[in-house]
């Protein structure tokens, strides 16, 4: 049966009907948005995420990655510097995004098995953000709680870090995550 991406989405794109600004602008009050995955742990006040410069929406750059070894697996579509657990944006910001996947959905949906890797690959380049559509927020705002924090500096898996405004339970290795430990420390 031939693949039909109008039918069957991907589900790593379920969160970029947020980008369709007519259709979210409709359904939310508000210019400001500030999308959280549902597994994140929240430290500190958010109002923070409200006062960046909007030149450009924002992604968590995963400072925990070794940039080198980024580089080396690009081609490979594995080790992505991004993580969409929470993303900032403006008011039609984020309206290309949703236009470059509407008409190329199903290369897209087929290429990239995340929507991090499709965001790495499009719309960031850890080299140059200047360059880049999103801008990663700053390092010590967000953390992983599989994964570490700063490459090589605190790299302490499982470890709070309440100085920090957000952690991620991201994780794509299943054998390292536990359930039940997450919801201890919600």
């Known amino acids: 049966k031939k693949y039909n991406p109008d039918t069957k989405r991907f589900w790593a794109y379920r969160k970029c009907y947020m980008f369709n600004s007519r259709w979210f602008c409709s359904q939310v009050e508000g210019t400001k948005y500030l999308y959280l995955d549902l597994d994140v742990l929240i430290h500190q006040d958010l109002k923070c995420f409200f006062d960046l410069p909007m030149d450009k929406p924002y992604i968590v750059r995963g400072w925990w990655n070794d940039a080198e070894n980024c580089r080396k697996n ?3 579509i594995k080790s992505t510097p991004l993580n969409s657990s929470a993303i900032r944006w403006d008011k039609g910001q984020l309206e290309e995004v949703w236009k470059h996947i509407e008409k190329n959905k199903e290369v ?3 290429t990239y098995p995340t929507i991090d890797n499709y965001f790495n690959h499009f ?5 140059n953000e200047d360059e880049s559509y999103f801008r990663g927020y700053p390092k010590g705002w967000i953390y992983s709680w599989y994964k570490g924090n700063v490459f090589e500096e605190d790299m302490e898996l499982k470890k709070l870090r309440p ?7 991201n994780n794509s290795a299943s054998d390292n995550y536990d359930a039940n430990e997450i919801k201890e420390l919600w």
């Open 163 to 169: 100085d920090h405004k957000i952690c991620l339970f």
């Open 123 to 127: 719309w960031y380049d850890i080299w």
């Open 108 to 110: 897209i949906f087929f």
């Open 74 to 76: 690009y081609g490979k």
